[in-house]
Every structure is written in C-alpha cells, then in structure tokens.
C-alpha cells in the first residue's frame, strides 16, 4: 500500500544526514523515489552519501546535498531557498542534526550556545520557515524533530543536552497543537518527536542489544503512517514498557514530592531499580 507520506511524488529534506539515522532516512526515503535533499557539515561523508544517493535514484537532478553548518545563522533561510528552488515543495522535514559539544558542566558557554544552535535553533528555525508552505501547498506533509529519551527522563551527566532536548520536545507539542488548530491545515501538515533507543550512530561498532539506523527508520515510518506523535523507539535492551515505567518515575518525581532525578538518588535507588527495570 501507498503512503500518503512516503511515496515517488514527495520530497524529502533530511539534517544531519551524512550518517546514522539522517543517512539511512536519506536513502530509505531515495529508495522509495522520493526527492532528497541532504544537509551536514561538508566533508567525506557527506559526500559519500551524496554518492550513494545518487547510485539509487533515477534522476539525479532528484538529489540535493548541501554542506552547511546549522549554528550559523542564516543557514535554515539559505538551505530553505535552495531546496525550494531545486527540488519544489517540501513534504519532508526531518531535522535530525545534532551537537554534542560541551554538554557537560565542565562546556564552556561558547560550546553550549553552539549547542542549543544546532539542537534547538536550527530545529526552530527550519520548522517555522517550512512550516507555512507545506500548509499552503496542501499536499500531506510532515515536520519530525529528533527527541531523546534524555530530554524525557534528565538523566544527570550532561545537562546541557538534555536541556536542548527537553526543549525540542516542548517546541514539537506546541508545533503539533499549533496544526491541528490551524483551519486553513485541515490535517494534511503534521508534526512527530522521533526518540530512538540506543542506537548504533555515526561510526560507532554495532554492538549486541541496540538498535541499527535502519530500523530505527522503519519503526518511524510506520508510526508517522498510523498517526503517533511520540515515536519512542524500544531497542534489543529496553523494551517499550520499560520505556513507560521510566518516564512515568521520573514525572512522579513532581506529584510524590521526591528529589528532582531520584531514580538515580542513593534514598530511592532501590525502588527505583524494582519500578524502572
């Protein structure tokens, strides 16, 4: 069966594509016809992709790779009229793209502003600028911001990034509220918070209990396709219950009036294992 989404007649526009889940995105989406424009830092990996692109499309005029670096700002606008220019309409917006610089206490300001620039303003930026023309265009369309199990359950030892990802998570929730009350939408535009699982990523060894990039894109498919907002991807370790049974702990951690982060709390460690694993 055809997706309303996924299909030869859409284009897709992918960040942080060069590697892991934006790649295997990039070429899941290729594979099926799709236009593809594919956005990271420039480099051999990009440009490897850019080859492999090319390798499974028809029309290579269908393939767009642009090299840019998402915390300078102006990029979402240049990368908007690019894609705009070559590939049309949009019905794809995946922004996957992600620092991991300086999320610790021991960052420099610097690299935490660079930071929420990547993770959080590019994801802003390029939502908002997309956002009118797929309402305008009519067609079914898609914004999928890239969560984390980290902006949901705060585990301590980088704040930073989990900062920047509690905040996707907000943004995406007011983005969706903000489609579906917009009477010229009529449901065709929507948005979804992608949070994988333990994921194998850039050009990590694959190691026995996560998740490989492609099925992390599979199970994201499905889900944009049967109507799920969150996508909270289980792995080979974690299981979707326990996936539950740790964010519903760490909302508690509010109603019951515990410590903030107890489940890594020397008083409630115990309880929190038994409930949590």
């Known amino acids: 069966m055809t997706s309303p989404l996924f299909n030869q007649h859409n284009a897709a526009l992918i960040t942080g594509a060069a590697m892991g889940i934006g790649r295997a995105t990039a070429l899941a989406c290729a594979r099926i016809g799709m236009r593809i424009a594919a956005v990271d830092l420039p480099g051999p990996d990009l440009d490897a992709l850019e080859k492999e692109l090319d390798s499974v499309t028809d029309n290579p005029a269908h393939t767009l790779c642009i090299a840019a670096d998402l915390s300078e700002q102006g990029s979402a606008a240049h990368i908007f009229s690019r894609v705009t220019d070559q590939l049309g309409s949009v019905n794809l917006l995946m922004n996957n793209a992600v620092s991991r610089e300086g999320r610790t206490f021991d ?130 370790e974690v299981s979707s219950d326990m996936d539950n049974r740790r964010i519903i702990w760490g909302a508690e951690d509010i109603t019951k009036d515990r410590p903030p982060l107890s489940r890594w709390h020397a008083g409630f460690r115990e309880a929190a294992d038994k409930a949590c694993s």
């Open 107 to 236: 960052g420099t300001t610097d690299q935490w502003r660079r930071l929420f620039d990547v993770n959080l303003w590019a994801v802003v930026e390029a939502s908002r600028l997309f956002m009118p023309e797929m309402i305008k265009n009519g067609q079914r369309a898609a914004i999928v911001n890239v969560g984390s199990k980290q902006g949901i359950t705060n585990p301590p030892g980088t704040p930073a990034y989990n900062m920047s990802k509690a905040a996707v998570k907000s943004f995406t929730e007011q983005l969706e509220h903000e489609l579906r009350s917009n009477e010229q939408n009529h449901g065709q535009v929507t948005s979804h918070l992608l949070v994988p699982g333990w994921t194998t990523t850039g050009k990590n060894e694959h190691k026995q209990g996560a998740w490989l990039p492609e099925q992390v894109v599979d199970y994201m498919m499905q889900a944009i396709d049967r109507g799920s907002f969150y996508i909270v991807c289980p792995d080979d």
